[in-house]
């Protein structure tokens, strides 16, 4: 019987984190180890407050720290996975960020089971195979409409969501600007996805000044026009636009995601691994959305492990074909794993078929990244970086 | 134009935190500083994740430490206070626990506000007057049916809310004994509330199991018979319940407190505004409750502070008539203000009509229990717990 002996994170940044719309600048990492298995998992964003998720001490029956949920559990099949992250629910249900910190040891456990029993993580998710994707490249929007036109030019992958940067902060007129920018960068045939940012809040009004422009770049999808809350306002709107609408990355567990699909109208649910509690809890999401004509989209914004993680909670639903693939990672977010998931000559995108995530974490090249970090409350040291090895 | 010069996180908690459904077990106070005033505000739960969220390094443009929103920024009137919470979300909107730290902050500059006007803070809020309150005594359900009706008879309100313990967990029948036994200790006459504390996921039918013994206690409501996501469930079992719905409590945002209002049929909308962002997000969900028909209900299990905050978003609001009010609070909750909201002869509660929430902290009581605190990243300090003072 494998048990969870130990559980460590890792503070990765680059040395300088700018504030711009790029999740790669630093990273999380997660490392567990049941007997002779070792699995990795990254959660998205904060990583200090995901930290302090970890090692907090108690503060009544349902704020316990994530720790005592995980450490000393079992590890040896999907249920026991599952019942780990029912358990950190329930125990830290008032603290907010835990679902943050749950999401890379979950992504870690099913990397270990993998390893522990010699199969892709997908395939112990109940896939019997993994389907190719169509990978879109994930850009920032230029700082002008010439700059979004070059980098359309520049995609190498035959589709391609631009995002954030100046667009919806200005007026509607910029904005179009810089969709024909991109429509025109990619060439007629390309996927061309937008993404706001959530920028207009829940503006329904503002959104759909920017509808006429979508169609005529034949946009495939309008991206968190609103706040991930505002599901009425991205209600209304779907029933005003011809424009697909997609969200759901700021979603944090499985009920979030269905409110996404039940209540929103959008006709993708984008979910982060590294958000929604892992990649079991996106895995549900996944085939909740599949049960209701809903597609289902990654969101990775940082390093293949995310992505690779990311891929395994829909790799066996052949209707969700694209998939998030960012293009403009930082070296730091290159530098996690020693392989990289890179499309075929065909331009889709295949998982491995080795066990786990079929990713190896590159220590060595991980090493100047480091950020030493430490924690002490009430005289006890509660963390502190541990050794980063294999 | 007063600016804040200084946030400062202060860390409490009793010798021992036991894993009860008791929040008053630790605290973390905020003291905001602007010019000659001062302002006092609190976390619910989990001091660290959220001292690690105010404090953090930049993770990227929607990922910012909560610091970087709120120090510098104007606090002089009412929308100045909003907007600071507006861009806490913006900018921290990838970091799951900021809206915990908001909240502290938030109701801090309140009663900064409310000082430098010299006015209550309800009044601040818009409010010409506060109408009194009937406070129910928050208790825990006893181990036995027997110590819930010890607990019922010794309640000197006229209303008393039991929760948590044993409730839900066990057989319909032992619930049912517990209620009943809740009723006789309180009389015939009182009112009588009943929390599941979430027990039942997002079961209805086991919900349903337990409408007969809460019809026949004459129960006002039934809180969070499930978890705080499971809309749908609440909307279902509101269809087949003669017993009001009660739930809201985990709402971190004003969105996910208009889902409660919206989709989940609940007629009582209960905030906690030490997690949703504070008073000014609280009052946005009792107007937005109160144009819908819905009652809406402080959610308090910690200080007097948090009491008089959580009471100022629906002072004016005289159809809501009820509150939440701590009885079993442990002696670090009772150490932190040196006044006390009790009811008056009347049974029903008041506000202090002083500046703020007209409360005075009290340090010297505090300084047992404060829990000295310290975060270093990357060789630098990034917290210590500063020295406790008015």
Redesign the interface.
């Known amino acids: 019987m494998a048990v969870i002996e130990s559980v460590d994170f890792f ?1 990765f ?1 680059m040395p300088e ?7 790669s ?2 990273a999380l990492l997660v490392r567990v180890r049941a007997g002779q298995w070792t699995g990795w998992g990254e959660c ?6 995901s ?3 970890w ?10 720290p994530v720790r005592d949920s995980v450490l000393g559990a079992r590890v040896d099949s999907p249920a026991a996975i599952r019942a780990i992250g029912n358990a950190v ?2 125990n830290s ?5 835990a ?2 910190t749950l999401s890379g040891i979950d992504m870690a456990l099913w990397d270990l089971l993998g390893k522990m029993r010699g199969e892709p993580a997908y395939r112990l998710l109940g896939y019997t195979r993994a389907f190719a994707k169509r990978p879109y490249a994930s850009m920032l929007f230029g700082d002008t409409p010439e700059e979004t036109l070059a980098k359309g030019r520049a995609c190498g992958l035959t589709a391609a969501k631009f995002g ?1 940067g100046p667009i919806g902060k200005g007026s509607p007129e910029l904005d179009a600007e810089h969709f024909r920018a991109a429509r025109e960068g990619l060439g007629r045939y390309k996927i061309l996805l937008v993404d706001i ?2 920028a207009w809040g829940d503006d329904v009004e503002r959104a759909a000044l920017a509808l006429p422009a979508l169609e005529e770049v034949k946009a495939t999808w309008l991206e968190e026009p609103f ?6 306002a991205y209600k209304e709107l779907a029933g005003r636009s011809t424009i697909a609408l997609a969200g759901g990355e ?1 979603a ?5 995601a ?2 996404f699909v ?2 929103a109208g959008v006709r993708f649910l984008q979910i982060d691994a590294g ?1 929604i509690g892992g990649v079991s809890v996106a895995c549900d999401a996944a085939r909740y959305a599949q049960a209701r004509g809903v597609r289902y989209v990654n969101h990775t914004f940082t390093s293949h492990l995310a992505l690779a993680a990311s891929l395994a909670p829909y790799a066996g639903i052949e209707s969700d074909e694209i998939c998030e693939y960012p293009v403009e990672l930082q070296p730091l977010a290159v530098a996690i794993t020693k392989e990289r998931l890179t499309p075929g000559a065909d331009g889709l995108l295949r998982l491995p078929e080795a066990p786990g995530y079929g990713l190896t974490i590159d220590v060595e090249a991980l090493q100047p990244y480091c ?9 006890r040291l ?1 963390y502190r970086t541990p050794e980063l090895t294999q």
Do not use: F, K
């Open positions: 503070y940044s984190v700018l504030p711009i719309g790029d999740g600048q630093d998205e964003a904060a990583p200090l407050p930290i302090a998720s090692c907090c001490p108690l503060s009544h029956g349902a704020c316990r629910r329930a249900m008032d603290l907010l960020q679902d943050h954030w940012g959530t706040t991930s809350g505002a599901l009425a700021g944090h567990n499985l009920d979030m269905r409110h039940d209540y958000r950020v030493e970090t430490e924690i002490r409350v009430g005289g509660l």
